[in-house]
């Protein structure tokens, strides 16, 4: 089996906290964008774009009670004309508990109950993200945790002593769990996913600064800014054979 690809990653020692910041270099450099509704083919043991579940096939964990009480209070705002299962969330609430004990969203039809199909008045996507997108505000504040931070992924490592090492990086396939190994496309892993406009770290900045703080996010786009003027990046390892420039757009 092949080793490991390389990747390059960049460390900061927190000034307010006993805590080393370590980020994926690589990913947050390229121009990985998401395809949802122009090529994703979705996260199930067989390709199924025509289906439009993207990575919603599967219901979304919530990574605390805030998270939680966030999405909950946004789903109350949420109308039959923008929620395709509007009454079902109604009558059974949208949350359920796992075998395991984890809180996660219930399924619908073979997807989150939260996502609304192709067929629907408003078109097939997250209810919660189309609800913010016609309301001008940011989805990431009304969908759950993982929702809006995907493919994004903080991993926060206690080394003793009370230091702690959080690490940002690209949330492959692996993350998802013995599951992920089933799937037949993941985006990250897709070449055609890697014509955005942006820099990762520039278009996810929300995510980004949601994630680790407006402080360490400037330390941390500062630097990256420095390298896309500077020597080349090593490029994503799903581009290895293209030239550096070759998958970005002219602008």
């Given amino acids: 089996m092949p080793g490991p690809r390389p990747r390059e990653w960049v460390s900061f020692e927190d000034p307010d906290e006993d805590r080393t910041w370590t980020f994926d270099v690589t990913f947050l450099l390229s121009r990985w964008a998401c395809l949802y509704g122009s090529g994703c083919q979705g996260v199930l043991t067989e390709p199924a774009p025509e289906l439009a579940t993207g990575c919603c096939s599967y219901g979304a964990h919530f990574t605390g009670p805030d998270d939680e009480a966030r999405v909950q209070a946004a789903v109350a705002t949420l109308s039959p004309a923008e929620w395709q299962f509007f009454a079902r969330g109604s009558r059974r609430g949208i949350v359920k508990e796992s075998p395991s004990g984890e809180r996660v969203t219930r399924m619908a039809e ?3 109950i939260l996502l609304n199909r192709p067929g629907f008045a408003t078109g097939p996507g997250c209810a919660l993200h189309q609800a913010a997108v016609a309301r001008g505000v940011r989805p990431m504040d009304l969908k759950p945790d993982v929702c809006w931070q995907l493919p994004l992924r903080r991993e926060d490592r206690d080394e003793g002593s009370g230091h702690v090492t959080s690490t940002v990086s690209e949330w492959g396939r692996r993350e998802w769990g013995a599951g992920g190994a089933e799937f037949a496309w993941w985006c990250t892993e897709a070449p055609e996913a890697f014509d955005g406009a942006l820099p990762v770290f520039e278009a996810m900045a929300d995510e ?8 360490i996010y400037g330390t941390l786009a500062a630097y990256l ?3 896309t003027s500077g020597s080349a990046p090593l490029p994503h390892p799903v581009l290895k054979g293209r030239r550096a420039t070759e998958h970005r757009p002219e602008t």
């Fill in 110 to 112: 073979g997807a989150c």
């Fill in 208 to 215: 980004l600064r949601a994630m680790v703080g407006p402080r």
């Fill in 225 to 227: 800014a420095s390298r």
